[in-house]
């Protein structure tokens, strides 16, 4: 079975700061990983995502996501963040092996930009 | 491009009513998903299709959870009698085909069981 565990409930970083939002995972085979962003009554809005190549993968709005293998990680960073960032964020894993194309999600991390 | 669509964006039912919540997928997208959400936690995939075939309903619960997806476009989630438990953020998601793994999401369907 795949999961994905989110560490924090809650992030809280002052405007202009970088911010990290953490995410571990476990899959068998190779993992495709993603990051979503949800803001108050809206539905999930894709972000970025991880297949293969590169561990630094860059998305919307300025945000990158680092793969570590060894570590089974795929935190969320921005250099810089707005007070627009503050929303709740998803981590999610899917296999193309046993369970393919299910999408299993974290419990998300709510992020505060404190201006 | 449009988006994923749904209605209604809001439902209120009591207990032991039937509710029916509409998806239409971004156009040219093969493949649906149901999702339920609940509060503080992340979505939970009820049923996917590819096409108009429901290819994983292991989550959805069938005796009183149902689905469709005529034509392959369009897809409506019942839910008859709904429970006090059924309260919950019902979300749809599409993507390209099997080979392309973002999903793309609606705005969803908040449930109120009262």
């Known amino acids: 079975a795949q999961s994905v565990a989110q560490p924090e409930d809650q992030v809280n970083v002052a405007e202009g700061n970088p911010l990290t939002v953490k995410c571990t995972y476990s899959?068998?085979?190779?993992?495709?990983l993603f990051w979503y962003v949800q803001y108050p009554n809206r539905g999930l809005q894709f972000l970025l995502k991880?297949?293969?190549?590169?561990?630094l993968v860059k998305g919307s709005y300025g945000f990158e996501a680092e793969f570590n293998k060894s570590q089974t990680s795929f935190h969320l960073k921005k250099p810089s963040a707005l007070v627009s960032d503050s929303a709740l964020y998803f981590c999610a894993v899917s296999s193309f092996g046993g369970s393919a194309r299910q999408l299993t999600f974290g419990s998300g991390t709510q992020l505060t930009v404190l201006p | 491009e449009a988006g994923v669509v749904q209605s209604p964006r809001y439902k209120i039912i009591e207990k032991k009513q039937p509710v029916a919540f509409w998806c239409n997928p971004i156009s040219g997208h093969n493949t649906l998903y149901w999702y339920r959400q609940n509060l503080g936690q992340g979505p939970e995939l009820l049923i996917r299709y590819e096409n108009e075939e429901a290819v994983d309903d292991s989550q959805l619960p069938k005796d009183r959870f149902s689905a469709e997806r005529l034509k392959g476009v369009d897809s409506t989630l019942k839910i008859q009698p709904a429970e006090l438990g059924d309260s919950a953020v019902y979300l749809c998601?599409?993507?390209?085909?099997?080979?392309?793994?973002?999903?793309?999401f609606g705005p969803g369907t908040r449930l109120t069981v009262t």
């Open positions: 998601a599409s993507s390209l085909d099997v080979r392309g793994p973002e999903q793309y």
């Open positions: 899959v068998s085979g190779n993992p495709y």
């Open positions: 991880y297949i293969t190549g590169d561990n």
